[in-house]
């Protein structure tokens, strides 16, 4: 079955750390560049996006709190993140870009950041 599945969410105090996970099946992981999104409200964001060259790309919000990874071999996407703040309060998607036109996406995993 092609498809991305997200773990790792949860409830956290502001200054804790989380990891999210997302594995990958059906589809060649290694070649495909991966993406972790968030949504709070109406608009989901892009949160940290990996190439499969390693190439990573972070939106400001979470610049030098939050690191994206990926390992190949075990089709497995991570997103650690540190000194969680109220904001970061989301559910975050994975996201595998199959193609040009076509994205696959995850069912997405909760994360609260509340004291």
């Known amino acids: 079955q092609v498809q991305v599945v997200e773990s790792g969410g949860g409830l956290v105090q502001p200054g804790g750390s989380l990891r999210l996970s997302c594995e990958g099946s059906?589809?060649?992981?290694?070649?495909?560049?991966m993406r972790w999104l968030r949504q709070a409200g109406e608009e989901r964001e892009l949160v940290a996006s990996i190439?499969?060259?390693?190439?990573?790309k972070y939106t400001e919000a979470v610049q030098g709190r939050f690191f994206v990874s990926r390992d190949n071999g075990k089709n497995m996407l991570y997103l650690q993140m540190n000194n969680l703040k109220q904001e970061d309060t989301a559910v975050y998607y994975c996201?595998?870009?199959?193609?040009?036109?076509?994205?696959?996406r995850g069912q997405g995993t909760q994360v609260i950041v509340a004291s």
């Open positions: 059906g589809f060649i992981f290694s070649d495909k560049e």
């Open positions: 996201h595998a870009v199959l193609n040009s036109k076509v994205i696959l």
């Open positions: 190439t499969a060259t390693g190439d990573i």
